[in-house]
């Protein structure tokens, strides 16, 4: 006996619904932390300078010199 | 939030550490909608992914025009991408994608066989089956033979002759390959089909029939002019890879001149065999790119079935 296929079907209008929500970034897989930072440029730009920012002032201070962080703080790599 | 001579950021507490995003090119997600509206695209292929969408899309159109056929003779690789150069990253013009299609290694046919035969038919036989079945597969896609082969011994004769002359050097000998009746003129149409008609061979006809077939496919295809920008993208690249190696006899001087230039092929990256840019917005653009792509797909099929056919073709040695 073959096994009945159990993908629900999908119709034309439901599947181009989906590719209009993901063309205007309405999905929901859009509004995940990753799904918004890749669409929005603010947050990419804010991320480098923070980055840049951490990455300079590491460079610049001998490791020894940063003051210990208290415990629920987590220092920069 | 820090103070004084330091940097502290604050803890994620309950925030994922890795997040990880197959990003999906919005470039993706308009071709698919395209390819939706115009039914080339098969809706239970669609399982919420653009991409995995676009590439059962493309792949189902290979399969519909003859894929099956052209895999018995050629290994090509068709990809939708948003570079035209595969061997680049670089992205050239944000709002367009780029079917191209290459081989992955050159099919092979050895075509003396087939035009001796031709010849007790006709003086002028072998030159027009020939030139039908070339020009057929040359307008899709790069087919190296004797041309080629004669333009790389020129190359090296003349590079010969500033380094102590031709004499001095093995330089194969593609001229005695090219049989005499080459040199002849083709049939025009009308006497070609006159000839078929009177032809006793039911095999040789049927040779006669399946290149002008091959050639009416292959005439059908309407490849989009390709943009300035994409054009110097490929200034300094190679010619176009090879999909095809047609020889009079197997090993002749015209495969050891495409073994020998086979060396250098990849020293820079060649341009594509086959490019057709596409707007995905556009659905004209976007139907223009699968019909070229069908067309090219049945061109390389027929010339699989006709491969198959031709005598001495597939024989060793």
Known sequence: ?77 | MAQGNFALVPRLDGVAIEHQLAGEDHRAILLSQTLTKLEIARIRDWEGSPSKYLLCTLRRWIALHGGKSVQTEFALDATISNTPDRYSSEDINPARLYLTVDPESAGYIVIGPTLERLKRVHSRLPVTFYNLVLGAVNRCMRAYDYRDASERVEMWREWAEGEGGPDQYEIPDVESCIPAEMKQEPLKAGDLRELVGRMQNDDLRRLIEEAVRLDRISGRLQRPEISEETREAFMDSNPPLPALLVSFKRNDSISGCFEEEGQALLEVSPEPSFIVEIDPENAGSVQEAFDALAVLCETMAATSRLAALLPGNKEEG
């Open chain 1, 1 to 77: 006996m073959r096994r009945r296929s159990r993908k629900p079907k999908i119709t034309r209008e439901a599947a181009l619904a989906e590719l209009a929500l993901m063309a205007e970034g309405r999905h929901p897989e859009c509004n995940t932390i990753t799904g918004r930072f890749i669409r929005d440029p603010e947050l990419q730009q804010a991320s480098k300078i923070l980055h840049d920012a951490i990455q300079g002032e590491s460079y610049r201070q001998p490791r020894s010199d940063i003051t210990p962080a208290p415990p629920a703080w987590l220092l920069p790599a």
